[in-house]
């Protein structure tokens, strides 16, 4: 087993629909879901997180976790709401200062997640070790965004890197050299 890698938030931010042209780089929450106001109207959210990779060494990952604090889940079951989200690689720079719902920068590559309430004052674990693997081979660290997978998502708060408990990754290196004699006391077994 390698050494494991805390790395904090470099900066979040969130953005939401009925809010087009609004920044909410510092506040102590960021939120990815929606809020329905009606059955035919809600307002959508967008979180951005970004990470300073710079100090990671430039070979591949056993793995990369994103960790983020759940606060609450608004879920609002009379629009049938759900708990799942998606995590997105970005495309582009941004600035978390000044990025609103109209600026926000294309992404690809989608995670899908579902929430669940138990883990509301807890921290949740995501694998993005692809994600991250990809910006170390390729140098293009634009950070993630994380949305509603659908129209009637829940409205997830997570706690900012503004706040105590602020979104973490974890990474480990794979071991290159891995000793596998240590494996040469047990029997080996054949396929049949």
Same mark, same amino acid.
């Given at each position: 087993?390698?050494?494991?890698?805390?790395?904090?938030?470099?900066?979040? @931010?969130?953005?939401?629909?009925?809010?087009?042209?609004?920044?909410?780089?510092?506040?102590?929450?960021?939120?990815?879901?929606?809020?329905?106001?009606?059955?035919?109207?809600?307002?959508? +959210?967008?979180?951005?997180?970004? #990470? =300073?990779?710079?100090?990671?060494?430039?070979? $591949?990952?056993?793995?990369?976790? /994103?960790?983020?604090?759940?606060? =609450?889940?608004?879920?609002? @079951?009379?629009?049938?709401?759900?708990?799942?989200?998606?995590?997105?690689?970005? /495309?582009?720079?941004? =600035?978390?200062?000044?990025?609103?719902?109209?600026?926000?920068?294309?992404?690809?590559?989608?995670?899908?997640?579902?929430?669940?309430?138990?883990?509301?004052?807890?921290?949740?674990?995501?694998?993005?070790?692809? +994600?991250?693997?990809?910006?170390?081979?390729?140098? =293009?660290?634009?950070?993630?965004?994380?949305?509603?997978?659908? +129209?009637?998502?829940?409205?997830?708060? #997570?706690?900012?890197?503004?706040?105590?408990? $602020?979104?973490?990754?974890?990474?480990?290196?794979?071991? $290159?050299?891995?000793?596998?004699?240590?494996?040469?006391?047990?029997? @080996?077994?054949?396929?049949?």
């Amino acid at each position: 087993m390698g050494s494991i890698l805390k790395i904090n938030s470099l900066s979040t @931010t969130y953005v939401d629909s009925g809010h087009s042209n609004n920044n909410f780089y510092e506040c102590k929450n960021i939120y990815a879901g929606s809020f329905h106001k009606t059955s035919c109207s809600s307002v959508m +959210f967008k979180s951005l997180i970004q #990470f =300073d990779l710079y100090n990671l060494e430039s070979r $591949p990952l056993e793995y990369a976790y /994103l960790c983020l604090y759940v606060k =609450d889940i608004n879920s609002d @079951t009379s629009y049938y709401s759900n708990n799942t989200l998606s995590v997105y690689k970005n /495309l582009s720079h941004y =600035d978390p200062k000044v990025v609103t719902w109209n600026t926000t920068p294309e992404t690809d590559n989608v995670i899908h997640l579902n929430i669940a309430s138990s883990e509301i004052g807890n921290y949740m674990k995501i694998n993005i070790t692809s +994600f991250v693997n990809s910006w170390i081979k390729n140098d =293009d660290n634009y950070g993630i965004t994380i949305e509603s997978g659908n +129209f009637y998502s829940s409205l997830v708060k #997570f706690a900012s890197s503004c706040s105590e408990k $602020p979104p973490l990754l974890f990474v480990e290196y794979k071991n $290159p050299k891995f000793d596998y004699s240590i494996y040469d006391d047990y029997k @080996t077994h054949s396929l049949r």
